[in-house]
């Protein structure tokens, strides 16, 4: 099966974002080769004066619509419960979509969440019925209460945002799949490489979102098919079952004690 959101079932588990590319026509062809269903869009930084679109956002639905993409639109940018809420109805005006990638910024070095604005303004946009998947830190509680308040999903950090460090913690991502099996999570930020990509798959999570790792990188074709290769690989590799890790070596060969037939 592939990736469940609220009530949309998605084949691919690659959500990509478009800030940042050396060129539309880069862009474009980053879209195609990555296969992603799911694509963000920062609103604040598209937004034209008065809210009008600017020509990047027709560059967006034009790849979405080419692709047969969902569009995510995201309040990056945001530093309160008010602003972020503005900005989401804005977004749905403008794009026709009730799909919100809820941010809002409490630390203007890591770009970390805060929780209690982020908490608060899932909870409005909740009631004025949009699907919101919160960009968060990965605490059990934030969670929980995110959830609790009717979030499609959850979306922890691997790192902070554009840093290419992958999964500084992946005991708490561990942790967060464990708490919450049946919710979806998808891997948001700090993604440098598919294989960080992989490990987050490995891991049990539904999904990757990245935008940097592809954008800034040397070739954005090659590297957004690289990521979707690898991020199918781990959700491969997590549903075949990885064996467990051992402190000594086990014989791949044993001598005796398990036969079979030829």
Not at 191 to 219: H, K, R, Y
């Amino acid at each position: 099966m592939g990736l469940q959101i609220g009530n949309h079932q998605l084949d691919s588990r690659f959500l990509l974002g478009t800030a940042g590319y050396p060129s539309p026509a880069i862009l474009a062809e980053s879209i195609r080769a990555s296969g992603a269903q799911v694509l963000t869009l920062g609103l604040k930084r598209t937004l034209g004066t008065g809210a009008r679109d600017n020509g990047f956002v027709q560059i967006i639905r034009d790849a979405a619509k080419d692709q047969g993409a969902q569009l995510l639109p995201n309040t990056a940018g945001c530093r309160s419960a008010h602003e972020a809420v503005q900005l989401a109805c804005m977004a749905r005006e403008l794009l026709d979509t009730a799909w919100i990638k809820l941010e809002v910024v409490g630390d203007e070095q890591l770009l970390a969440p805060d929780p209690f604005e982020l908490l608060d303004a899932a909870a409005q946009l909740v009631r004025l019925g949009f699907t919101v998947l919160p960009y968060c830190t990965d605490d059990l509680v934030l969670g929980q209460r995110l959830l609790d308040a009717g979030c499609a999903g959850l979306m922890p950090w691997g790192a902070p945002i554009g840093s290419g460090q992958g999964l500084l913690n992946p005991f708490a991502l561990r942790a967060l799949r464990a708490r919450f099996p049946a919710a979806t999570l998808i891997v948001d930020a700090g993604i440098g490489a598919p294989s960080q990509a992989a490990q987050a798959m490995e891991l049990g999570f539904d999904g990757v979102l990245l935008n940097s790792a592809v954008a800034l990188c040397g070739d954005p074709v090659r590297m957004a098919a690289a990521f979707a290769q690898a991020i199918a690989a781990g959700r491969a590799a997590f549903e075949a079952g990885p064996i467990a890790a051992q402190d000594l070596a086990v014989p791949s060969t044993p001598v005796s004690g398990r036969p079979f037939t030829l």
